[in-house]
């Protein structure tokens, strides 16, 4: 079993930025990948970033050249860092550790607040 923690929500105004990190405990990180992930009231939760076990990254369409993710895999834990960040950035962010192969599992975070005023 894996949980995982996130914190550093918060209200920010628009152009302002913000440091979000999961916290993992119950087995080394190193083994997973990991990604954050979003929802916004009255929408699908969608992709922010992705950071697989070998730190290759992706990003959402909406988010690349503002939002960076990496891991510390000695600390069990990962960051997003947020910049520029606009209203429409506004929702509910989780993070998700996933393993890979056929027996795949995945576990997710409680998620944490992030909202942007214009």
């Known amino acids: 079993q894996v949980q995982l923690v996130e914190s550093g929500g918060g209200l920010v105004q628009a152009g302002g930025s913000l440091r979000l990190s999961c916290a993992g405990s119950?087995?080394?990180?190193?083994?997973?990948?990991l990604g954050w992930f979003r929802q916004a009231p009255g929408k699908e939760r969608e992709l922010v970033a992705n950071?697989?076990?070998?730190?290759?990254?992706t990003y959402g369409d909406s988010v690349k050249g503002r939002f960076t993710i990496d891991r510390d895999n000695a600390k069990n834990t990962m960051y997003l860092q947020m910049n520029s960040l606009k209203p429409e950035d506004t929702g509910v962010y989780y993070c998700?550790?996933?393993?890979?192969?056929?027996?795949?599992?995945?576990?997710w975070g409680q998620g944490t607040q992030v909202t942007v005023s214009s």
């Open positions: 950071i697989d076990k070998d730190g290759i990254t």
């Open positions: 119950g087995r080394t990180f190193s083994i997973f990948g």
């Open positions: 998700k550790a996933y393993t890979y192969g056929s027996s795949a599992y995945e576990y």
